[in-house]
Every structure is written in C-alpha cells, then in structure tokens.
Nanobody
Framework: QVQLVESGGGLVQPGGSLRLSCAAS????????MGWYCQPPGKERELVAM???????NYADSVKGRFIVSRDNGKNTVYLQMNSLKPEDTAVYYC?????????WGQGTQVTVSS
C-alpha cells in the first residue's frame, strides 16, 4: 500500500517562501502522477500543481510564476517550492499521487501566510 508523507509546512510572512516535500513509500515504481492540492479554510480542495513521471507539469492559474513543482523519481518524492507567498495561499496542502487507476493522499500539512 502506497503511503505519502508530507513535510515542510509552517508559518511564513507575506512575500516569503516555503518548500514542501512529499515522500512515497510502499512502492518500487515511479508513480505516474504526483502533485499537490490545497484546501483553504471553508473552501473545497483544489489543484495546486501536478507533475508526471516524465516531467510534464500543470499549475493552477493562481500559482503560475510563483510555485514550482518538481520530483525525484529515484526517491519517489515530489516537491513544491512556494515563492512570493500571499495570505490567500493559506491552506492545508495535501500531497497526491496516482498510479494507473489508484489514487493516494497524504495527511496534509498546514501552510499559513500571515504577518
């Protein structure tokens, strides 16, 4: 069974940066898709960024030019570099992975952008 474990959340001031990491265990394969969703307070969970095992990326319009998603296939780890953070980026960030028809979620990590 694949397990996803996130790290790197926390409190940051507006304009600051954070780097999230998510390591997948329980599989020897490079997961087809890995990425990040976020759930702001009182809102639905929404896509932030995705990256395939071949490096194709997809970003939400709200984070284009500020966030960068990357992965290390050898470590089955995905990263989210978040720059120029805004208060509206405050959310619980969830790691996501998909392999064939199976989907997996991490437990979530809180990111709070506030002065």
């Amino acid at each position: 069974q694949v397990q996803l474990v996130e790290s790197g959340g926390g409190l940051v001031q507006p304009g600051g940066s954070l780097r999230l990491s998510c390591a997948a265990s329980g599989t020897g394969c490079s997961l087809h898709v890995m990425g990040w969703y976020c759930q702001p307070p009182g809102k639905e969970r929404e896509l932030v960024a995705m990256i395939t095992s071949t490096g194709t990326t997809n970003y939400a319009d709200s984070v284009k030019g500020r966030f960068i998603v990357s992965r290390d296939n050898g470590k089955n780890t995905v990263y989210l570099q978040m720059n120029s953070l805004k208060p509206e980026d405050t959310a619980v960030y969830y790691c996501y992975a998909k392999h064939w028809v199976s989907e997996y979620w991490g437990q979530g990590t809180q990111v709070t952008v506030s002065s």
